[in-house]
């Protein structure tokens, strides 16, 4: 697609249940991020992909956090158990190559714990 | 949608002056910056970039000033226009890295 599309674009959820954010990437961009907005601050790293491999997953916050790029292209963040402090816009970005360039980033899905 | 920086730094300027964002970096080892525009509701955009190995880049209407003696990154706006009003981050990448780290941010308001 012309973007990076996440969805849902919103979603609640009550304390306890587990969520799954789905994010399409632009496509055979090779990198794929996840990351954690919280309201009023910069966003932060969860964790990285180069096609399916998860590179990096030193960011994602508690063992309740997993993501997967199964195929290459299409990426979902889990979450399990879901807590109030998870409540957050997660952002999802992809980039060409694997060198340092500027991301493009999706909307975001704002998830609300309640 | 939803408000991004509630409780950010914020520049206000009048429509058509030139505005000044700064942030001050902390890694010696940071060695890619970049600029990020986040209008609310939306995913940060990519405004311009800069590599350790200049001082200083110019885009459209956009400027990216790097003075790694005191770690400051300075993104100019000239004949700043309200669709600029956002938050803007700083950003940087350490050592080759793929990880962009990202600073506070800062709110800019354009008076019309």
């Known amino acids: 697609g012309a973007g990076v599309s996440q969805s849902p674009r919103y979603k609640v959820a009550k304390r306890g249940q587990d969520v799954a954010l789905r994010c399409d990437p632009i496509?055979?961009?090779?990198?794929l991020f996840w990351y954690q907005q919280a309201l009023g601050q910069g966003p932060e790293f969860l964790t990285y992909f180069q096609n399916e491999a998860q590179l990096d997953k030193s960011g994602l916050p508690s063992d309740r956090f997993f993501a997967e790029r199964p195929e290459g292209s299409v990426s979902t963040l889990k979450i399990q158990r879901t807590q109030q402090e998870d409540s957050a816009v997660y952002l999802c970005a992809s980039s060409p190559g694997t060198g340092n360039y500027g991301y493009t980033f999706g909307s975001g899905t704002r998830l609300t714990v309640v | 949608g939803e408000s991004v920086g509630l409780h950010l730094p914020t520049l206000s300027v009048q429509e058509g002056d030139n505005s000044i964002i700064n942030c001050a970096y902390s890694?010696?080892?940071?060695?890619?910056f970049i600029w990020y525009k986040q209008e609310s509701g939306k995913g940060p955009q990519f405004i311009i970039d800069i590599r350790s190995n200049m001082d200083k880049r110019q885009g459209q209407r956009v400027t990216v000033l790097l003075n790694k003696t005191v770690k400051h990154l300075s993104l100019q706006i000239a004949a700043t226009q309200p669709g600029d009003s956002a938050v803007y981050f700083c950003?940087?990448?350490?050592?080759?890295?793929?990880?962009?780290?990202f600073g506070a941010g800062t709110r800019l308001f354009v008076k019309a």
């Open positions: 890694n010696s080892a940071s060695d890619y």
């Open positions: 950003a940087e990448n350490i050592n080759r890295g793929f990880k962009t780290i």
């Open positions: 496509s055979g961009h090779v990198s």
